[in-house]
């Protein structure tokens, strides 16, 4: 059926496959670059409005996940490059290997931080998911054998099953194809029984607990799935930039993850996509105009906040059904 | 021993200090419901403009009541534009709006006051040193700020059970509706807890300038940390905001202070060193992990 919302869906599709027809078009290069960057935060935003949209779970540590998948790709590149084994391991550079390793590591950090703080609800879960990603940043900032304060250099892209993936194209349409699976994925999961019965104990926990459904392991798994999602996002960001540091998991882009999701519109799996790309076209529009850009971007937030709850694809939804 | 001593009080200091923000915070939070994160931006703002008065007048005591001032008028400010839209609204809302309001002031503080840290001088009666055992000195401008934490915790006790605005906060965050069909200007009460949550924060930023430097971000390092004090004390408690203030003010300053030592005497080498440092930032977070699986609501729970 084509109504407003589907169409603007297939319009976020056209765009993200017109992108590099675009650049050739333009002559250049970051166009793909900003476009790989929506994509791989758009996983990231994907997997938070899992939480945070379907499940009202407002996770304001998502950015620990992020930086872990990032940082366990670069540690295994560091120990490959500079050929010191980590417990007996030699390190590895192959991304069918670290890629899942990211993901597995992130999952399990997901694991161990949600079992704690989804005993708790409500403002406390807040707190709590922001104080243990603040703990794992300071983690990161001490350990000076991975640099520390400073981070850490890949020295170079993985390789994708023995390939080179440094070409710019060749790493976008992997960063596409990768967020176009999470998109698909948390679809298929949302409206399957385990995301019926996310929504429902977002509506009344009693009501479902009533219908004897253990609440509290659903919505466990749901972080960790969500912790897995972000920790490839990390992993794909640290190919991006050939570079991790503590400011992957900093509270502030926490808040930039949740900046996205709201801005694009809550539970609506195109919605945190476009989210992504709004908020980084701002930023880089705004940081390139003026250094305070902040200070414009801060009342944006704030207008966003106060007078779009529902966000962008709110507007383009419309009267559509929900 | 000695040492001991010292990094006992130093903790003690630090948990006064974290009192100070998780009060105004638990109060805010207690009785309005609204969880803000620009809470550690008025701490900033009263550290600045604390350093700004102690530049121009050359004294510390101009720079106290001018940090108070700021950052009382910008909270109730902030209460009366912005975060009175936001009772109604669910803690993403406010989590958001908040988080909006920490990036305008950082971006205002850097384009008005540069990003360079500055220090507000320790006020000449206080600069020296105090004897407080025979052969344990410790700084008096340290001793004063554990003086005004412990006079201001002393202080809001009495104004909360004792008084009718501490009555009237307290039938406030127990049944809001109540109080209104009583005939109580709420909206007042909040702008004034608000305000007095504000004027706090302030009042701890300006009291850190001497010994810290005021910079941008000192507000939300200090934030998250208060977050953790008052989810190990339990939100919405005075008392609870006391007791955790206490608890985690000691463990991470005697943590950073033995814990890379403890390990040193196990393992040796490189290894030791960085693995204690790591693992000193994060015992906070330990211990309020340890709280949660013993005492999800903290350990004073409000009921309710």
């Known amino acids: ?322 | 021993m000695q040492l001991f001593l010292e990094q006992l009080l130093n903790g003690l200091q630090l948990s006064l200090t974290l009192f100070l923000l998780a009060a105004g915070l638990t109060l805010v939070f207690g009785i309005m419901g609204v969880i803000n994160l620009a809470h550690g931006s008025l701490y900033m703002i009263g550290a600045y403009a604390g350093a700004y008065a102690a530049a121009k007048t050359g004294t510390f005591w101009l720079a106290l009541p001018a940090g108070l001032a700021a950052a009382a008028l910008v909270g109730a400010a902030m209460e009366f534009i912005i975060v009175r839209r936001l009772y109604a609204r669910d803690h993403l809302s406010q989590v958001l709006a908040t988080f909006g309001l920490i990036l305008f002031f950082n971006g205002f503080i850097a384009w008005s006051a540069g990003r360079s840290p500055l220090l507000i001088e320790t006020p000449p009666q206080l600069a020296g040193f105090v004897e407080v055992l025979p052969g344990l000195r410790y700084p008096a401008y340290r001793l004063a700020m554990m003086a005004v934490g412990v006079a201001v915790a002393l202080g809001l006790w009495w104004m909360i059970s004792r008084t009718r605005v501490g009555m009237l906060i307290r039938a406030g965050s127990d049944k809001r509706e109540m109080v209104e069909a009583l005939g109580v200007d709420i909206a007042k009460l909040f702008t004034l807890v608000f305000a007095l949550g504000a004027l706090l924060a302030g009042l701890a930023g300006v009291m850190v300038g001497p010994i810290r430097s005021v910079q941008i971000g000192m507000g939300e390092q200090v934030l998250i940390t208060t977050f953790v004090v008052i989810v190990v004390g339990g939100i919405g408690s005075i008392r609870g905001a006391f007791a955790g203030a206490l608890l985690i003010g000691l463990c991470d300053t005697l943590g950073r202070a033995y814990v890379p030592m403890l390990l040193k005497s196990w393992l040796s080498g490189p290894l030791a060193d960085g693995l204690g440092a790591a693992l000193a930032s994060v015992i906070i977070y330990l211990v309020m992990a340890l709280v949660l699986v013993i005492r999800p609501r903290g350990l004073f729970p409000v009921s309710g």
């Not at chain 1, 023995?162 to 967020?179: H, K, Q």
Request: hydrophobic share 55%; net charge positive; with cysteine.
């Open chain 1, 1 to 322: 059926m084509l109504n407003r919302t589907n169409l603007a869906t297939l319009l976020v599709v056209l765009a993200f496959l017109a992108v590099p027809m675009a650049a050739t078009w333009l002559g250049t290069n970051y166009v793909i670059t900003l476009a790989t960057r929506v994509a791989i935060y758009g996983i990231v935003a994907v997997s938070l409005d899992m939480l945070v949209g379907r499940g009202n779970l407002v996770s304001f540590g998502h950015a620990a996940y992020f930086g872990l998948g990032g940082y366990a790709v670069a540690i295994a590149s560091f120990h490959l490059a500079n050929d010191v084994p980590i417990f007996g391991w030699s390190g590895t550079n192959e991304a069918l290997i670290a890629w899942p390793l990211a993901m597995a590591v992130a999952g399990l950090a997901a694991l161990v931080i949600g079992a704690l703080s989804l005993r708790t609800a409500g403002v406390y879960f807040i707190m709590i998911t922001l104080a243990f990603a603040q703990m794992l940043f300071f983690l990161f900032v001490a350990l000076k054998y991975y640099g520390g304060d400073d981070g850490l250099s890949l020295s170079t892209r993985n390789l994708f099953a023995g390939n080179r993936i440094t070409d710019s194209r060749t790493f976008y349409w992997i960063c596409v194809s990768a967020l176009a699976l999470c998109v698909l994925l948390s679809w298929r999961i949302l409206n399957s029984r385990f995301g019926m019965v996310l929504r429902g104990a977002a509506a009344s926990e009693r009501r479902m607990a009533a219908l004897g459904f253990p609440v509290y392991r659903y919505r466990l798994a749901a972080f960790v799935i969500a912790g897995m999602m972000a920790g490839l996002a990390g992993a794909l960001w640290a190919n991006q930039n050939r570079f991790v540091s503590p400011d992957m998991l900093s509270w502030v882009r926490s808040g930039e993850f949740l900046v996205m999701v709201i801005m694009g519109g809550l539970s609506s799996l195109v919605g945190p996509v476009v989210g992504a790309a709004a908020f980084l076209l701002i930023e880089s529009y705004l940081s390139g105009a003026t250094e305070h850009w902040q200070m414009i971007f801060g009342p944006f937030v704030l207008l966003v906040a106060v007078f779009a709850p529902r966000g962008l694809w709110g507007a383009v939804r419309g009267k559509d059904r929900q």
